[in-house]
């Protein structure tokens, strides 16, 4: 195991940033498993690692491959305060994944170092304003330096852009989808904790949602694709889908919003976004797959098979909704995660074996017509529902270094399909490449669950 100093300049396929933290210890653990090897090809030949700490990235190496010997993997020092640390990464690397959280704190300079490198990005953040604010201030830069910058390719949002295609694509014509509803459910032998780095970026995010909105309003309005039908009509608060076992109250996750964003885009480029260098193949695949994808209206909700996690939820989001305001409240909401989430989320995080128990499931439920006449009819409402499903293991520490690292094997193996640069949404990018047989391959499940007649 070597440490390299940034004034070297060996050319590695990927670099981990904040491989230490809670998450990129996990992502670690995830991408070794792919590190060619003779027995074991693949398109990640070369891997280093970089933070603050070099100390504490042996550490976490050690940890990683463990119970086998850690690799000899390069240690690299870097920091988002150094934008010249950022920027000698970046001329490092491929491909650059980012497990730097908050992202709304560190998100920013290392996307910025990777646009002016021409460097891959990729990270797991599921913060709406940093994604919309990066597209806004980089996307000509990274379209003009090859810089591929790609967002939420975690459990926020990769679970919820897929599901979401898969569930399109059971809509054969003539019927089509005019609504989708995600409800999520998080299950467990034991204890739920979350993700510690999920609950400081929901603080900032409900803390500066006024800016949010006050940048969404001084952006020109990109036109919004054409749904077919009506607009669903508003739900209760707290919603008994017996269907599905749950009680579900909305969720104010960015899904919704990547979901959105993809959408539109597809609206712009109907037949998809052309390859740098693609294969002819491929370039059938693409133009094949997005006609499939019907726009439709599209929520997420939480759900729980008791009303007592409701609750637990509701609880959680007034607190931060009072006290995320302002600056005191934001202190208290971070120092005592535990006692303002209802257990819910403690600063050290899930043990490995809470980690192990986790699972999820995410319910897709459309409704739309059998035949598309139908929705130009007056007051017609849907007539037809299917239900799909995504499932698999814990959301933050499995789940996500899965969808991160089986991104990066696209990048690295399959550049040449992908764009040649620009700030875009992971569903934009992957959607008509082999990512979702990759998830199935690696534990995280597609199913179609019924079909009916309204």
């Known amino acids: 195991m070597a440490t390299e100093t940034l004034s070297s300049d060996p050319t590695y396929d990927l670099i981990i940033l904040g491989a230490s933290g809670f998450t990129g210890q996990y992502v670690l653990r995830e991408a070794l498993k792919?590190?060619?090897?003779?027995?074991?090809?693949?398109p990640l030949r070369s891997l280093a690692i970089a933070g603050r700490n070099p100390s504490k990235l042996k550490s976490t190496l050690q940890w990683a491959a463990s119970p086998s010997q850690p690799p000899s993997i390069p240690i690299l020092q870097a920091d988002t305060s150094s934008p010249d640390s950022l920027l000698a990464i970046a001329r490092q690397?491929?491909?650059?994944?980012?497990?730097?959280?908050p992202f709304r704190l560190h998100g920013r300079p290392v996307v910025s170092a990777c646009c002016e490198a021409g460097t891959d990005y990729l990270d797991i953040t599921g913060e709406p304003e940093l994604m919309e604010r990066m597209e806004v201030e980089f996307h000509e830069k990274a379209a003009d330096t090859g810089a591929l910058v790609v967002s939420a390719c975690g459990f926020d949002s990769i679970p919820a852009e897929f599901g979401m295609m898969f569930h399109?694509?059971?809509?054969?014509?003539?019927?089509?989808?005019?609504?989708i509803e995600a409800y999520v459910s998080l299950e467990s032998?034991?204890?739920i904790v979350g993700n510690m780095g999920t609950y400081e970026s929901a603080v900032l995010g409900v803390g500066n949602a006024a800016k949010l909105q006050e940048f969404r309003?001084?952006?020109?309005?990109?036109?919004?694709?054409?749904?077919?039908?009506?607009?669903?009509?508003?739900g209760p608060l707290i919603e008994h889908k017996k269907e599905l076992g749950l009680w579900a109250v909305i969720l104010p996750s960015a899904?919704?919003?990547?979901?959105?964003?993809?959408?539109?885009?597809?609206?712009?480029?109907?037949?998809?976004?052309?390859?740098?260098?693609?294969?002819?193949?491929?370039?059938e695949t693409r133009k094949a797959f997005w006609p499939s994808i019907k726009p439709a209206y599209f929520g997420v909700k939480l759900g729980s098979k008791s009303i007592f996690g409701i609750f637990r939820a509701i609880i959680t989001g007034f607190f931060l909704g009072v006290f995320a305001k302002f600056a005191l409240g934001r202190s208290l909401l971070l120092k005592f995660p535990s006692f303002f989430s209802a257990g819910w989320f403690r600063k050290k995080g899930p043990s490995e074996e809470e980690v192990r128990n986790a699972t999820f499931k995410m319910w897709f439920v459309g409704q739309g017509y059998s035949d598309e006449k139908l929705a130009s009819q007056p007051g017609m409402k849907p007539d037809k529902e299917i239900i799909t499903r995504v499932s698999g293991p814990e959301i933050g520490y499995v789940t996500t270094p899965i969808t991160l690292i089986q991104c990066a094997l696209?990048?690295?193996g399959q550049r040449g399909n992908l764009p040649k640069g620009g700030v875009y949404t992971a569903g934009a990018v992957f959607g008509p490449t082999d990512l979702q047989k990759r998830l199935e391959?690696?534990?995280?499940s597609f199913d179609l669950i019924s079909t009916r007649n309204l």
Not at 441 to 444: A, L, Q
Request: charged residues 25%; positive net charge; glycine residues 6%.
């Open 93 to 101: 690397a491929r491909l650059v994944v980012s497990c730097v959280g």
């Open 34 to 42: 792919f590190l060619s090897s003779p027995s074991s090809p693949s």
């Open 217 to 234: 309003r001084s952006r020109p309005r990109r036109p919004r694709p054409k749904i077919v039908g009506p607009p669903p009509p508003k």
């Open 441 to 444: 391959e690696n534990g995280i």
């Open 189 to 191: 032998n034991g204890k």
């Open 410 to 412: 696209i990048v690295l």
């Open 168 to 179: 399109c694509r059971k809509w054969e014509p003539p019927s089509v989808v005019n609504r």
């Open 255 to 283: 899904d919704a919003t990547v979901v959105r964003r993809t959408l539109t885009t597809i609206n712009e480029h109907p037949q998809g976004l052309p390859g740098v260098a693609e294969s002819p193949d491929f370039a």
